[in-house]
């Protein structure tokens, strides 16, 4: 199931509408992403899930969480609206580390080095420190809809943050579950979407881009139409360029007179 097709979003068109927009493609890329590898595919693509599903739980803490047009400019809260939004709203159940370090793992061993620095750590001070791994496997379709479905975490996963082992050195090694993540994900937004002191504010940003949505519809069509519309613009006045052969050549009326 697609975040459009949540029932706790259909009272509100316009969020419904965002989702459909820009965040259900995100999604299905992750559907493709959470098969691999497979036969001749044979690239994992953990970074790659990984990093579609933290800017996904970025995204939403700016978006959909306590949302507004002055936070979608405002980027000194990004973090503390990241580590929130999981706080508040990700399942955190049975996992082996407090809350607070869970959300530590993911933001500042995780999410950071993969936005910043190839997935490099800052190193260790002294002896101790941490060393997180992410962990994916080939899924069938049918556990990635059983993720996406479930209320509860469904018995074949772990925990989202896995306590692994101690390290020689005296570091430990944590790993993080992408499956488990794609499904906590989903039960996050659910959750922030039930609630309608957000879903309402959400509804209301979503409302204020619906002019530009509009206007790419009525001025430009959908896909390869609105290719071919741009193209037959003049690009000195906008006017949309004419033709006297049948679609040949185009001349602007303005600008050739």
């Known amino acids: ?32 992403l959470l098969l691999l590898p497979r036969d001749i595919l044979k690239g994992g693509c953990n970074f790659a899930a990984a990093a579609v599903l933290f800017n996904l739980i970025a995204g939403t803490s700016v978006c959909f969480y306590d949302p507004s047009e002055e936070a979608l400019v405002e980027r000194g809260t990004r973090s503390k609206r990241f580590r929130e939004v999981l706080e508040k709203f990700y399942p955190w159940e049975a996992e082996p580390l407090p809350k607070g370090q869970c959300v530590s793992v993911l933001y500042e061993s995780a ?35 059983e993720l996406e479905e479930s209320a509860s975490r469904p018995l074949w996963t772990t925990s989202t943050i896995v306590h692994r082992r101690s390290l020689g050195y005296g570091a430990i090694e944590l790993a993080i579950s992408i499956p488990t993540l794609y499904w ?20 209301t940003l979503a409302k ?49 007179v």
């Not at 697609?2 to 299905?28: C, H, I, N, T």
């Not at 080095?113 to 049918?142: C, E, F, N, R, Y």
């Not at 659910?190 to 609630?195: A, C, I």
């Open 111 to 145: 999410r950071n080095p993969l936005a910043h620095s190839l997935g490099l750590d800052a190193p260790p001070k002294g002896s101790t420190g941490k060393q997180v791994v992410l962990i994916k496997w080939p899924l069938t379709g049918d556990e990635v809809r």
């Open 208 to 256: 204020s881009f619906s002019p530009q949505w509009d206007k790419y519809v009525s001025d430009f069509g959908h896909g390869d139409d609105a290719v071919v519309s741009l193209e037959r613009l003049c690009s000195k006045c906008s006017t949309e360029l004419v033709s006297t052969d049948g679609g040949q050549t185009f001349k602007c009326p303005r600008c050739s």
């Open 1 to 32: 199931m697609l975040p459009s097709e949540f029932a706790e979003v259909k009272g509100y068109p316009s969020l419904k509408r965002l989702l459909e927009a820009q965040v259900d493609m995100q999604f299905v890329d992750l559907r493709t």
């Open 184 to 203: 906590g994900v989903h039960r996050m937004l659910h959750t922030l979407f039930s609630d309608p002191t957000h879903a309402v504010k959400a509804d």
